[in-house]
């Protein structure tokens, strides 16, 4: 890869909200974390309960995984699953926004874990 592709990668990861989150360059409440997750509570809470999952490892969104990251994006779903135990959720959403025409503000992929209000569907 040529020196100024990688520094392109560089300065988007130091850059990156949710990356510096994982490096404890911003605070957020955090509830799990693991070697390849973590899980904050929402800045702007749209439910009691609104969790972020993210993959520690920058990815842009789920449209920018690989094959190789299946095992990594199985994992976010059973960290969600583990955290819906936990906290006795009956039922909850599970939701990530691909792409600005999806509603994607922040560019590091993540799950939305919202539950405890009735939601209707389909969403907005
Ligand atoms: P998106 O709009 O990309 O699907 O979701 C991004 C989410 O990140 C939004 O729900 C927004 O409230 C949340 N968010 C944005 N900035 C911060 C932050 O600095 N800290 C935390 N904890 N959440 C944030
Ligand atoms: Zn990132």
Not at 35 to 64: C, M, N, R, Y
Not at 83 to 99: C, D, M, P
Request: with cysteine; proline share 6%; glycine share 8%.
């Amino acid at each position: 890869m040529p020196v100024g592709a990688q520094k392109a990668i560089i300065d988007a990861l130091q850059e990156c909200l949710f990356c510096r989150i994982v490096r404890r360059e911003i605070p957020a409440q955090i509830v799990h974390e693991d070697e390849q997750a973590l899980v904050f509570k929402d800045i702007t809470p749209q439910a009691p309960t609104h969790l972020l999952v993210i993959p520690k490892k920058h990815l842009g969104s789920l449209s920018a995984s690989t094959d190789g990251d299946a095992l990594l994006l199985g994992h976010l779903q059973r960290v969600a699953c583990w955290i819906a135990e936990s906290v006795k959720l009956s039922s909850f959403r599970l939701v990530t926004n691909n792409g600005k025409g999806a509603g994607q503000s922040v560019d590091h992929l993540h799950y939305h874990l919202l539950a405890g209000r009735p939601m209707s569907w389909p969403p907005g």
